[in-house]
Nanobody, 115 residues
Framework: QVQLVESGGGLVQAGGSLRLSCAASGIIFSINTMGWDRQAPGKQRELVARITVRGGTHYADSVKGRFTVSRDNAKNTVYLQMNNLQLEDTGVYYC?????????WGQGTQVTVSS
């Protein structure tokens, strides 16, 4: 089993930046892909970004060019650098990790973008 702990959320003005971090522990050798989902108020959870163990990335169209996902395999940590944040980026951001036929999610961290 993999445990994930997110940090770095908060309140930021539109156009600002935040960096989220997520540290994995437990059965980490099984992890291949890590990433982030988010859930805005009243909406379904959606994929934000994914990164494979070899560094291949995938982004939602809505964040391309503004968000960057990265990982430090030595630290078992995945990051999400969010620039030019917009009001619609507000939501709870969940870290996730997939591998060995299973997936794990963190508890989530709140990101609030104000005008």
């Amino acid at each position: 089993q993999v445990q994930l702990v997110e940090s770095g959320g908060g309140l930021v003005q539109a156009g600002g930046s935040l960096r989220l971090s997520c540290a994995a522990s437990g059965i980490i050798f099984s992890i291949n892909t890590m990433g982030w989902d988010r859930q805005a108020p009243g909406k379904q959870r959606e994929l934000v970004a994914r990164i494979t163990v070899r560094g291949g990335t995938h982004y939602a169209d809505s964040v391309k060019g503004r968000f960057t996902v990265s990982r430090d395999n030595a630290k078992n940590t995945v990051y999400l650098q969010m620039n030019n944040l917009q009001l619609e980026d507000t939501g709870v951001y969940y870290c996730n990790a997939f591998g060995g036929g299973s997936g794990s999610w963190g508890q989530g961290t709140q990101v609030t973008v104000s005008s």
